[in-house]
């Protein structure tokens, strides 16, 4: 029973352009949320993450959003660069438990 | 700040065989959690560790275990190895409070078992 969903996996993009990554959940009882870069040959870095109580958290070019009605949130990376072509997992975690549910991945791939 | 060191990189054994990964996590991280790592399988967890107990345990059969010491380094071991465990492993570490959720991963070890 896979409880954080990334159907899409894989994702080509312009350079410059807006990336969308998009991520679900199923259980209603997860309040945090993260977003984690992982390049080939490399561990994930976590990248962004946003807290149930918001809709919205930005770090520079990188933004999520919360849709907790829709059990649904999404990273936007503006602009795309080559740099960020990566395989991105969304990951999920409830109150008390801390430890997080990873997606299966999206493969970004971005091009000049 | 160093960060999370696992060694070995990459290892081959064959089917029967038992393997222990080792994981030195960012200093003053007491946390220690393994995760697996298959092609189209996301990050499965294995198992966390906080001074030296097992805090949280994922849906793993009992022949991967795991054990952290006074330092906070952690191994990983797994036993009677099948074609099925090739995968790449991953420790990460984390403070505790408040971000705990906030994972710093190791570069992982590779194992394939033929």
């Known amino acids: 029973d896979q409880q954080v969903k990334q159907n899409s996996p894989s994702l080509s993009v312009q350079e410059g352009r807006i990336s969308i990554l998009n991520c679900d959940y199923t259980?209603?009882?997860?309040?945090?949320f993260l977003w984690y870069k992982k390049y080939p040959a490399e561990g994930p870095t976590f990248l962004i993450s946003?807290?149930?109580?918001?809709d919205k958290n930005e770090d520079g070019r990188f933004t999520v959003f919360l849709n907790k009605s829709a059990k649904h949130l999404s990273l936007h990376i503006v602009p795309s660069q080559p740099g960020d072509s990566a395989v991105y997992f969304c990951?999920?975690?409830?109150?008390?438990?801390?430890?997080?549910?990873f997606g299966r991945g999206t493969s970004l791939i971005v091009h000049p | 700040k160093a960060g999370v060191t696992q060694t070995p990189r990459y290892l081959i054994k064959t089917r029967g065989q038992q393997v222990t990964l080792s994981c030195s996590p960012i200093s003053g991280h007491r946390s220690v959690s393994w995760y697996q790592q298959t092609p189209g399988q996301g990050l499965q967890f294995l198992f966390e560790y906080f001074s030296e107990t097992q805090r949280n345990k994922g849906n793993f059969p009992g022949r991967f275990s795991g054990r952290q010491f006074s330092n906070s380094r952690s191994e990983m071991n797994v036993s009677t190895l099948e074609l099925g465990d090739s995968a790449l492993y991953l420790c990460?570490?984390?403070?505790?409070?408040?971000?705990?959720?906030?994972?710093?991963f190791g570069s992982g070890t590779q194992l394939s078992v033929l």
């Open positions: 259980n209603s009882m997860f309040d945090y």
């Open positions: 990951a999920a975690s409830r109150g008390g438990s801390y430890i997080p549910t």
């Open positions: 990460a570490s984390s403070l505790e409070g408040q971000g705990r959720e906030k994972l710093f």
């Open positions: 946003i807290s149930s109580i918001k």
